[in-house]
T-cell receptor, first 116, second 111 residues
């Protein structure tokens, strides 16, 4: 059974360019999370979707970040324009149940973003 | 202040030896606590979940403990193997569903 699939695995771009990260959650999971991981701050929640609806986007750094989940099997995280401080590993995770459940988070392999 | 504190930040152990990682939390009201293992370049994977009523749980060579009164958890690795080299992250969930992540403990197992 396929796990959470993220693409691209690696992205190197120049400051000011648009970056789009993609995620396919595990089939049947109704919750999807985008996290950012850096050495300094560890894992930080950016946004959480439940049944394709954004529930908590308080972690989204600023207006340059946006996320969508047009259907149950696909989500995107977009950064426009990108800045060097956005360099990090971005993880997508999915789970059964909402935040109030005890569901295990299943993480993708991550997208390593480097903004020059 | 982070509501989940892990110690040590990193440790190096010889293959075959045991080690214990600590997680102290202030998250309240408490729902559950998970230990995740994150291999280099990979996403975190859940090792075990501890709920309020559980004190000890084992998963192969990993044994987790929970003291809900003192709000402390530990992860003990027995007879470490090279494949245990990873970051171990403690994640605490509140009853309202919010997840708090620890900064992780980086474990290096040397031959």
């Amino acid at each position: 059974d396929a796990g959470v699939i993220q693409s691209p695995r690696h992205e190197v771009t120049e400051m000011g360019q648009e970056v789009t990260l993609r995620c396919k959650p595990i089939s049947g999971h109704n919750s999807l999370f985008w996290y950012r991981q850096t050495m300094m701050r560890g894992l930080e929640l950016l946004i959480y979707f439940n049944n394709n609806v954004p529930i908590d986007d308080s972690g989204m750094p600023e207006d340059r970040f946006s996320a969508k989940m047009p259907n149950a099997s696909f989500s995107t995280l977009k950064i426009q324009p990108s800045e060097p401080r956005d360099s990090a590993v971005y993880f997508c995770a999915s789970s059964l149940g909402g935040l109030t459940g005890a569901g295990e988070l299943f993480f993708g392999e991550g997208s390593r973003l480097t903004v020059l | 202040k982070n509501q989940v504190e892990q110690s040590p930040q990193s440790l190096i152990i010889l293959e075959g030896k045991n080690c214990t990682l600590q997680c102290n939390y202030t998250v309240s009201p408490f729902s559950n606590l998970r230990w995740y293992k994150q291999d280099t370049g990979r996403g975190p994977v859940s090792l075990t979940i501890m709920t309020f009523s559980e004190n000890t749980k084992s998963n192969r060579r990993y044994t987790a403990t929970l003291d809900a009164d003192t709000k402390q958890s530990s992860l003990h690795i027995t007879a470490s193997q090279l494949s245990d080299s990873a970051s171990y992250i403690c994640v605490v969930r509140s009853l309202w569903g919010k997840l708090q992540f620890g900064a992780g403990t980086q474990v290096v197992v040397t031959p």
